[in-house]
T-cell receptor, first 113, second 114 residues
Framework: GAGVSQSPRYKVTKRGQDVALRCDPI?????LYWYRQALGQGPEFLTY????????KSGLPNDRFSAERPEGSISTLTIQRTEQRDSAMYRC???????????FGPGTRLTVL | QQQVKQSPQSLIVQKGGISIINCAYE??????FPWYQQFPGKGPALLIA?????SEKKEGRFTISFNKSAKQFSLHIMDSQPGDSATYFC?????????????FGTGTQLKVEL
C-alpha cells in the first residue's frame, strides 16, 4: 500500500499560534516516531509510540510540544504558542515493530513568522 | 551533545570511484547502526544496517565496515554512479534498551560526477 503520509506538507503560521501536524503511518505498523530535521542536519528524535502508548517523549523540547496517537494509527504532533525557533521540517516514521526498519514520510515544513 | 559524528560534510567522487563516509559514536549502549539515503524533497530511506556482532556487511555496491573497539563505522559505495548523488546519514540506536530511537549524524552530501 501507500507509504507514510503527512499533512500538511507546508505550514506557515504566525508566532504564538498553535499548529497540529498529522501523520498517517503505513497500515499495520505498530511503532510510530516523530523527528525534527533542521536544514543541513540529520533528523532529531522527538517522541515515539507503540500502538497508542507513548513510550518515549524524551526528545520533546519543552511542554509546548505534545503528541498523541489515540487509536494506535494516525498521530498528531501539536505545537502550542509557536516560536520562530520551532521552524523546521517535522518528519514522521513508522515501523512494523519497534526493532524493525523505520519508513519515513515526506515531512511537514513548518515556518513560524 | 552530539552522540554521532559524521564526516566529511560533503564529498565529490568521479563516476566509477569509491565513496567513503565515516561515523563515530560515543554511547556504548548503541547496538544498531543504519545508513540512510535522502534525495532532495524526500524523507530518508534505509540503505543498509549493521549490528555490532559483525565487522562488515555488504549489499550490492554498498558496504558497512564496523570497528567496535574504536566506536567507528563507515559506508563504502563501490563503483559510484551519478544516481548515488544524495545526502547520506549514519545513525545509531540502542535496540536492546527498548525502542529504536535513532540518533543521526549531520549528513554527507555526495555528488558523483561523470
Amino acid at each position: 500500500g501507500a507509504g507514510v503520509s503527512q499533512s500538511p506538507r507546508y505550514k506557515v503560521t504566525k508566532r504564538g499560534q498553535d499548529v497540529a501536524l498529522r501523520c498517517d503511518p503505513i497500515s499495520g505498523h505498530v511503532s510510530l516516531y516523530w523527528y525534527r530535521q533542521a536544514l543541513g542536519q540529520g533528523p532529531e528524535f522527538l517522541t515515539y509510540f507503540n500502538y497508542e502508548a507513548q513510550q518515549d517523549k524524551s526528545g520533546l523540547p519543552n511542554d509546548r510540544f505534545s503528541a498523541e496517537r489515540p487509536e494506535g494509527s494516525i498521530s498528531t504532533l501539536t505545537i502550542q504558542r509557536t516560536e520562530q525557533r520551532d521552524s523546521a521540517m517535522y518528519r514522521c516514521a513508522s515501523s512494523f515493530g519497534r526493532n524493525n526498519e523505520q519508513f519515513f514520510g515526506p515531512g511537514t515544513r513548518l515556518t513560524v513568522l | 551533545q552530539q552522540q554521532v559524528k559524521q564526516s566529511p560534510q560533503s564529498l565529490i567522487v568521479q563516476k566509477g570511484g569509491i565513496s567513503i563516509i565515516n561515523c563515530a559514536y560515543e554511547n556504548t549502549a548503541f547496538d544498531y547502526f543504519p545508513w540512510y539515503q535522502q534525495f532532495p524533497g524526500k524523507g530518508p530511506a534505509l540503505l543498509i544496517a549493521i549490528r555490532p556482532d559483525v565487522s562488515e556487511k555488504k549489499e550490492g555496491r554498498f558496504t558497512i565496515s564496523f570497528n567496535k573497539s574504536a566506536k567507528q563505522f563507515s559506508l563504502h559505495i563501490m563503483d559510484s554512479q551519478p544516481g548515488d548523488s544524495a545526502t547520506y546519514f549514519c545513525a545509531a540506536s540502542a535496540l536492546t534498551g527498548g525502542g529504536n530511537k535513532l540518533t543521526f549524524g549531520t549528513g554527507t552530501q555526495l555528488k558523483v560526477e561523470l
